[in-house]
């Protein structure tokens, strides 16, 4: 097929070279990405969001037209030496910037909610260039990096607050950097990656959430919420005093999370990977092959019958019952 320097998607879709590139197109699709007996539909309604058999497919394709991946336009169409560089430095951050611009249009994929507009502007911010003439890495980026280095080798906010302090003696004058730990968690909860934390007994007997929201005290064993006894304050001083937390449950929301999970087509064709992409031979290789899945299944049909819905299971090794 001679496409010249157009790709095949770019004729009109009742020609030969556009049919042919659809055909060519699926064959190497079903070969390399396919889930099953389904592939995500490339056409320009469905956007690579929604899982098709091979005829709903290509008759998608041929009926609304075609839209190519990203990481997909060198393997698919020819190029000329002007547009490929163009392209070339257009993609350049790509290796260390990799997934930032799908986590943001993931995020507001549906359109920003009421909390996202709030932050909108901080996010435009975060997708500046880190400095001028920076090629590597966004301002976004940077500050989601920074927030994982810290994770990783557990430095404190004053740490962290140090590295900024060299990067700008570093770097060029007008680099975006955060101003501190506080400005990153701002970007990670607007992305849904945030955390929350809930006070807890020291003696793992209860935690301070729901009814037990207030309280100062273990109800169980009776040790103090704080480590230490508020101390005296200064007649004159109406600053209220700082209590410590004995012990700090960080609880990472399962809702948020499994919305991402769905908003991605790479990773929701993973959650119904169970059904459709599973070898079901009679093997033990997969929760959904063990008896507990299959009694659940029986136990609640209407469940089951939908593919996409979630199990959770309790992770029990370790776990002290308490009678």
Known sequence: MDKGNKGW??????????????????EKAFATRSQGNQISCPCCTCHHRYWYDRNDV????????????????????????????????????????????????????????????????????GQQKLYSGCKKMSRLAFTICLYIYKCDYKLSDVAIAGLLEFFKEVLPDDAMLPTSTHEAMKVLKLLGLDYKKIHACPNDCMLYWAEHANATSCHVCGTS????????????????????????????????????????????????????????????????????????????????????????ALATDGLIHFK
């Not at 998607?9 to 699926?26: A, C, H, L, N």
């Not at 249009?105 to 009421?114: H, K, Q, T």
């Not at 064709?269 to 009694?295: C, F, V």
Request: hydrophobic residues 30%; glycine residues 4%.
């Open 225 to 312: 919420r704080w480590k230490s006894k508020e101390s005296d304050q200064n007649d004159n001083s109406n600053e209220k005093p700082r209590r410590i937390p004995s012990k700090v449950l960080r609880y990472f929301p399962i809702k948020k999370r499994l919305q991402r999970l769905y908003m991605c087509a790479e990773t929701a064709s993973y959650m119904t990977w169970h059904k459709y992409g599973r070898e079901n031979d009679g093997l033990l290789r997969y929760p959904a092959d063990g008896q507990a899945w299959i009694n659940f299944d029986k136990m609640y049909p209407s469940f089951s019958n939908e593919t996409r819905n979630v199990r959770l």
């Open 58 to 125: 290509r008759d998608h394709i041929i009926c609304n037209g075609f839209v190519p991946r990203n990481d997909e336009s060198f393997h698919l169409r020819r190029m000329s030496p002007e547009r490929e560089a163009e392209d070339l430095q257009h993609d350049a951050p790509s290796n260390v910037n990799d997934g930032i611009e799908e986590l943001l249009y993931n995020a507001l994929r549906e359109g920003p909610s009421e909390e996202a507009k709030k932050s909108l502007n901080l996010i435009e911010e």
């Open 9 to 26: 998607w770019e004729f009109p879709r009742w020609s030969d070279v556009y049919e042919q590139g659809t055909d060519e197109y699926i």
